[in-house]
Every structure is written in structure tokens, then in C-alpha cells.
């Protein structure tokens, strides 16, 4: 039984494929199975598959039609692997040669540890760098992420996840599967921010670990479901879901929860006054309701930052 079962879950992918698939097979660790999803593409995808098909590591799985979610496909592919470990490897990132061998030997070492993760590149369509991961952590202390740490989930829940997501790529994480299952998956209703709560639901009950090398390279291009989301106001409206989740089962101090309430305005308010968005007003009204859940002084941050903004473009 292999130690490590790799995820792939491929939607219109094809120009990557190739280039995904390779970087996990030419990984120096190498005991692992591939777990091939293709969520009913309609580009060339399995022409581009057709190069692996027999390969005796690797299992595909061809949806007749599209799941919608890529939180359904990652659940799909937990339930068929065999392994202690998961990589959820996205079709359109790569990974450098190196990424299993330390991520495994995190979890090997650290039992109590649920999840262990690198530093990624962002990169575009022709793969060239854009900034690293690490340059988009807002916090004091980021120099934190400068080396190799452990550290306790409630913790890093409470002083990082609550402000945002900290781990921005799937394809950069290596996951006990056995705490996976203990949380019950991830939660196949959200579109964008299920990565998100998933770190969260297994930070409760588990600990993180971190890899200061950048490791994986992560495709951002506007073709992805993450981009079109952020623009249409989901990514505002499930981020206030996962901090509510948080505070749920968090005790945090006031102070940490008004700033958060801080930064969550601030970043909505953002979105509804940028002229290249198209936020509905259906959907700002969905923020605005999971917003009040969360925040008790919703309103008033509301009127004041609108009328400063008003003030400001008389």
C-alpha cells in the first residue's frame, strides 16, 4: 500500500497537464499512487492523459458530467486512496522535484502534526514568477515564515487563519488523511474559501507544520474559479462564514476580533466601490448578513467608512 496518494483533479486544464503530472512523477520520493480526476473537460484533456493512461501508478476517473466543485473532486479523491498521506496536486500547478520527500518526512516526524506545508510561486501561463507566497502574509511577525517551524492548529487559527488564508495553494500541502476524514471533509457547499475552513476544521484538532522553501509553484491566471469568484463577492461573503466558524469554536481576545472585523470591512468595502468588480446587489446583501453575525458593530463601521469614502470623492 503506498505511503502517499496524489490527487489530481483536472477541468480544462490540458496546456498544464503534462507538466503536472511529470513533476509528480518525477518526484525523489517516490511511494506513491496517482489518483486521476477529470471533472467532464471539454478541452483536450484526455488526449494530453492518454501520454500517462498506462502507467500502472495511476488510476483515472472521468466524470460524465461536471461536479461543479472542486471540493466534491478533492472528497472523491480521498475516498478512493489508499494512502496515509494526501497531496491534493491541482492540474495547472507543478511541483519542484524535492516537495514530497520534505513534506512527508514533516508528518513522519511529527505525529500530532495534521498538515504540513511549503512557501509556493505564484507563476503565470508561461510560467514566469510573479512574487512568492510569503509576500502576501500582512502580519508583524512574518518573518516567521522565514524558517522551518511546528506549530500548535488552535494557535495558528486563532492569531493567523482568522485574519486570512495563510495557506494559498492546495498543491503546497501534504495532508494526514486520517484527520481529513475526522473532520468530515471539505465542505462541498463553498465554491471558493473550502480550502480555507478545511485547514481550519483540521487546525482544531491537530498541528501545523511549515517548510521555508518554496516548493511548489502555483498557477494564478484569470481563468480559474478562484479569480471569477473573488470578483463576484463569494470570496468577501465566505471569508466572514469561515471567521464566524473560527469564533465559533475559537475563544478569542476582543481585541484580535476587532481587528479582524477591521480588516473584513475594509476589504469589502473595497470590493463595492472598485469599478472592476460586479458584485450584485443580491450578493452584497449575503455579505451583509454573514457579516452581521460576526460583527456586532457592523453597522456603525458601515456608515462611517461610507461616508468617509463619500467625504473623500466630494
Known amino acids: 500500500m503506498p505511503k502517499v496518494s496524489v490527487i489530481i483533479p483536472n477541468y480544462n486544464h490540458a496546456q498544464f497537464l503534462e507538466q503536472r503530472i511529470q513533476s509528480v512523477l518525477d518526484q525523489t520520493y517516490q ?7 477529470d471533472d467532464a473537460s471539454t478541452d483536450n484533456s484526455n488526449e494530453v492523459f492518454a501520454k500517462f493512461a498506462n502507467n500502472s501508478r495511476i488510476r483515472a476517473i472521468y466524470n460524465q458530467t461536471n461536479s461543479g466543485s472542486p471540493f466534491k473532486q478533492w472528497n472523491k479523491g480521498i475516498r478512493l486512496a489508499q494512502g496515509e498521506y494526501i497531496w491534493i496536486a491541482e492540474s495547472d500547478d507543478y511541483a519542484d522535484r524535492r516537495l514530497l520527500a520534505e513534506l512527508v518526512d514533516k508528518l513522519d516526524n511529527n505525529p500530532t502534526v495534521g498538515l ?8 503565470d501561463e508561461r510560467d514566469r514568477s510573479i512574487f512568492n507566497s510569503k509576500d502576501l502574509l500582512y502580519f508583524p511577525d512574518k ?12 494557535d495558528e487559527c486563532s492569531k493567523y487563519l482568522i485574519f486570512e488564508n495563510i495557506i494559498h495553494n492546495a498543491s503546497a500541502v501534504l495532508i494526514r488523511r486520517s484527520i481529513y476524514e475526522k473532520v468530515g471533509y471539505a465542505d462541498e457547499s463553498l465554491r471558493l474559501c473550502g480550502d480555507w475552513l478545511l485547514w481550519v476544521k483540521m487546525l482544531l484538532v491537530s498541528d501545523i507544520a511549515f517548510i521555508a522553501e518554496t516548493l ?4 494564478a491566471h484569470s481563468e480559474t474559479v478562484r479569480y471569477e469568484a473573488s470578483r463576484n463577492g463569494v470570496f468577501a461573503e465566505e471569508s466572514y462564514q469561515i471567521v464566524r466558524y473560527i469564533l465559533a469554536n475559537i475563544d478569542c481576545p476582543k481585541e484580535v476580533v476587532e481587528q479582524v472585523c477591521e480588516t473584513r470591512i475594509h476589504r469589502w468595502l473595497k470590493i463595492m466601490f472598485s469599478k ?3 458584485t450584485s446587489w443580491e450578493r452584497q446583501y ?5 457579516a452581521s453575525t460576526v460583527d456586532s ?5 458601515l456608515t462611517k467608512k461610507i461616508i468617509k469614502k463619500l467625504l473623500v470623492n466630494v
Open 143 to 154: 518573518e516567521r515564515w522565514e524558517k522551518d517551524f511546528v506549530n500548535n492548529g488552535i
Open 286 to 290: 449575503k455579505i451583509y448578513k454573514v
Open 276 to 278: 472592476n468588480e460586479k
Open 116 to 123: 504540513a506545508y511549503c512557501l509556493s510561486w505564484f507563476i
Open 216 to 219: 511548489n509553484y502555483y498557477r
Open 31 to 37: 511511494d506513491f499512487e496517482i489518483i486521476y480526476l
Open 297 to 301: 458593530k457592523l453597522n456603525f463601521r
